[in-house]
């Protein structure tokens, strides 16, 4: 039994020492993520502050029920790219529900690859800060203090680089979040004023075509 005991501990305690390599590489990959992620944030930000006034604009003209509505900049990415292809597809209703439904599906896509790594991040850097303090433990016992501190140095790092990763993809993720949902907003609303648009037209189109035929059949008897 304690023989069986010592060879399991024996092959966890390589296993988990054969995993650090990785988890390090895991987490300079996680922090390189992260960095991009927040760059790519700001430039976003920019691009949705120099929209805003473009897309107050078009928010009232939706609300006022305007029959013309302007075009969309490139500044507001995603929404203005779908806004301009519902304008085109305002003639069919499902075209505008698929549309819409596969913005906000994109939007959902982008929220959830966040809120991995805002997981992966703090559990790599748990697994760093926990696998060194096996040879830690060994140095301590056998007296090498130096080896002890080379492997507290690393547990602590790998810690505050994965804690620094869910921290920076988690900001990210709330602001993302907040966007997303206001954006989906109006998206929902355009969708559902072409809609009506459409019904509105095919409305018109079969009072006229009815009143055309009555025309017609009063004509044909008077005559």
Not at 15 to 22: E, F, G, K, Q
Not at 48 to 56: D, N, P, T, W
Not at 113 to 122: A, D, S, V
Not at 184 to 201: G, I, V, Y
Request: with cysteine; proline share 3%.
């Amino acid at each position: 039994m304690t023989d069986a005991l010592t060879l399991l501990s024996n092959a966890f305690y390589m296993i988990s020492n054969a995993l650090l390599i990785p988890v390090m590489l895991g987490l300079l990959f996680g922090l390189l993520v992260a960095l991009l992620t927040f760059g790519r944030m700001l430039r976003e930000m920019l691009e949705r502050l120099a929209f805003h006034k473009e897309k107050q604009e078009y928010t009232t003209l939706l609300e006022n029920n305007a029959n013309e509505l302007p075009q969309l900049s490139t500044k507001g990415q995603v929404l203005a790219a779908t806004l301009e292809k519902l304008k085109i597809k305002a003639d069919d209703p499902l075209s505008i529900g698929k549309l819409a439904a596969d913005t906000e599906s994109y939007w959902q896509a982008e929220l959830e690859k966040l809120q991995t790594w805002c997981r992966i991040g703090p559990a790599l850097g748990l697994m760093g800060t926990l696998i060194p303090l096996g040879p830690g433990l060994v140095a301590l016992a056998d007296g090498d203090l130096k080896t002890l501190s080379n492997n507290l140095i690393i547990a602590f790092a790998t810690t505050v680089v994965g804690i620094l990763i869910g921290l920076i993809i988690g900001g990210v993720h709330g602001i993302r979040k907040r966007w997303y949902r206001n954006d989906s907003l109006l998206l929902t609303f355009a969708a559902e004023r072409f809609t009506e648009h459409n019904l509105q037209q095919r409305t018109s189109q079969s009072s006229t075509a009815f009143a055309s035929k009555c025309s017609a059949e009063q004509e044909q008897e008077k005559q």
